[in-house]
């Protein structure tokens, strides 16, 4: 496994939100997690990029345990945090300039038509949409090099035809890169059409309810509009969750 997750739990105020989270993560997988609004899907993500301390529980990329900061793994919050004094090129090569890579601006150019953004290298983020600036944003977080993206409701923000128009290119985006990928969302339809598997979370404190494994599913829009049963089931679990 890429990466293993085993008996997370972590409190607030002595209030327990995560309560002994296990999961597992192949190598090259997408995963999403699904739950009611604030049952700690964001914590989860928080604590594995080494923002948050975990009160129990073990990390694991590789078979080799992770604590604290790491650079296995790549976080793109639910804002594009684009600093708006910065050209579009200079924002997504901050971590290369960080590190002082020298080659961080030219390996970031042969990116910019793969993203969708070529020809916006010196516009800066208010001129560009809001599709957009999240793409600059996904190609920042790519361009990290790290083994495990952690993706934090990135396009929650976005009208509903922008929304699906960045789910399919990340799709897209996806079968060129392959890059394993945990994915936090409340969009029931976002988690069928992106993921691998979903791990559906209870309210807090959180644990797994529910796995649901759609790795041999071919997606298309056609097959999502389908899927009605399991998005009632999906609907069903969530709601009462958030009635308990």
């Known amino acids: ?3 293993c997750v085993e008996n997370l739990s972590i409190s607030f105020d002595k209030q327990l ?6 999961f597992q993560i192949r190598q090259g997988e997408f995963v999403a997690l699904l739950g009611p609004s604030g049952c700690g899907k964001s914590t989860i993500l928080n604590i594995l990029a080494g923002l948050l301390s975990k009160e129990t529980g073990i990390i694991k990329v590789d078979n080799q345990e992770i604590k604290g900061l790491s650079d296995h793994f790549a976080y793109m919050p639910q804002s594009d945090l684009l600093l708006p004094w910065k050209t579009i090129l200079d924002n997504v090569t901050l971590y290369g300039q960080i590190n002082h890579d020298s080659k961080a601006k030219e390996n970031a150019l042969k990116e910019f038509k793969t993203f969708g953004l070529d020809g916006y290298q010196n516009s800066y983020p208010d001129q560009l949409s809001g599709g957009m600036r999240q793409r600059a944003a ?3 977080t790519a361009l990290c090099k790290a083994d495990i993206l952690l993706l934090d409701e990135p396009f929650g923000a976005l009208d509903v035809i922008t929304r699906n128009d960045m789910q399919d290119w990340l799709l897209d985006l996806r079968k060129q890169y ?3 990928t945990l994915l936090v ?4 339809d976002e988690a069928l059409f992106l993921a691998d598997r979903i791990l559906i979370l209870s309210h807090r404190p959180a644990s797994i309810l529910k796995e649901i494994d759609l790795s041999n599913v071919s997606k298309s829009r056609d097959w999502l509009f ?3 049963t399991l998005k009632k089931e999906i609907f069903e679990l969530l709601k009462g969750e ?3």
């Open 1 to 3: 496994m890429k990466l």
């Open 17 to 22: 939100i995560l309560n002994h989270i296990d």
């Open 138 to 140: 996904f190609l920042r």
């Open 178 to 180: 392959n890059r394993t």
């Open 185 to 188: 969302t409340h969009d029931i």
């Open 226 to 228: 389908e899927q009605g």
């Open 242 to 244: 958030n009635n308990a």
